[in-house]
C-alpha cells in the first residue's frame, strides 16, 4: 500500500490549498483515510478523517475551514484548506488508520503559510 501526498506549498495567510492523496495498493473507499500534520517541534495530529462510509471528522481547529473529500474513480482523498493560519504550517501526511498505527508513513508534504 502507498500513499502518496502532494500539493503542498507556500501560501499567505488567509489563503488557500488543495492537497492530494493517490493511493495504490488499496482502494481509498475500502480502507478510510486521515489527514495528518506534524509542525516542527510537536507530536503528529490527525487533522481529518473520512471513513469507509463516508463519515467525516475534523479536529476543532480546522473545522469550518478544512474539507476532506474523496473520490473514487481517482482513488484520490483530497484536503481542501482554507483561510490558512500560520498554526497550520507543518508537513501533511494522508495514511490509513492501519498503517498509522504501525507507524508507517510516507514523506507527506509541505505547507507553509506566512503570515
Known amino acids: 500500500v502507498q500513499l502518496q501526498a502532494s500539493g503542498g506549498g507556500l501560501v499567505q495567510a488567509g489563503g488557500s490549498l488543495r492537497l492530494s492523496c493517490v493511493a495504490s495498493?488499496?482502494?481509498?473507499?475500502?480502507?478510510?483515510i486521515g489527514w495528518y500534520r506534524q509542525a516542527p517541534g510537536k507530536q503528529r495530529e490527525l487533522v481529518a478523517r473520512?471513513?469507509?462510509?463516508?463519515?467525516?471528522t475534523y479536529t476543532s481547529n480546522v473545522e469550518g475551514r478544512f474539507t476532506i473529500s474523496r473520490d473514487n474513480t481517482r482513488n484520490t482523498v483530497y484536503l481542501q484548506m482554507d483561510s490558512l493560519k500560520s498554526e497550520d504550517t507543518a508537513r501533511y501526511y494522508c495514511?490509513?488508520?492501519?498503517?498509522?498505527?504501525?507507524?508507517?508513513w510516507g514523506k507527506g508534504t509541505l505547507v507553509t503559510v506566512s503570515s
Open positions: 495514511n490509513t488508520p492501519a498503517l498509522a498505527m504501525l507507524d508507517a
Open positions: 473520512i471513513s469507509i462510509g463516508g463519515s467525516i
Open positions: 495498493g488499496t482502494t481509498i473507499n475500502t480502507s478510510g
